[in-house]
């Protein structure tokens, strides 16, 4: 596995009290594909974790550039900010199930140790995964950033046929390519035999050696 991607779990200790207030208290609320969570400079008084479909946070710069941070699976914590605000937006992938529930309660019920660990660990997490999309940036070529992002995605399904929750917009403003190189280059791995897409959004690892080669 690339070492762009580290291994993520669903929760670290710190943050598993959390978790547990969260499974206890919290209120499962229904998201439609591309449905927002809450919007970039909203107040930060609720605490997000997904439960099924994907997430993705998203800012606009002040020139309109759309800068996509993260994606959150089944199991992840997000909108757990170290200031009052979003600095993101998040934004539901596909139709989707989210656990809200307000700091306040966390705190009454956790206490405001576990919150703040929960914070810190979330921020350990978040910074882990910042330093590794900056080296995927920074260091790999097109192929090799697509590469990486597929193989990761082939390690998280234990299926032979894997459903990408995003489209090749999201994966091109993800990997800081052109949504015409993405698409390029994901036609040049399936015509090396390497990927095999049998549909714009599913796809099967062919030659996993040869990806993992790349992603290194």
Known sequence: MSQAYASRTPASEEAMGIVEVMDRLGTPMRFARNAEVYAQDDEAEFLYRVVSGTVRTVRFASDG??????????GDLFGLEA??????????L???????????AVRAFAGEA???AAILAETHKELGRTQSHLMLLSCRSARERVAAFLLNQADRCPHPAVELPMGRQDMADYLGLTIETVSRTLTQLQDAAIVEFAAARRFSVKQRDALERLAE
Do not use: C, I, N, W
């Open 65 to 74: 550039r759309r800068l996509l941070g993260d994606f959150y699976y089944a």
């Open 114 to 116: 576990a919150m703040q």
């Open 94 to 104: 596909t139709d989707g199930v989210v656990q809200v529930l307000k700091r306040t």
């Open 83 to 92: 200031g009052p605000r979003h600095r993101f937006s998040a934004e539901v």
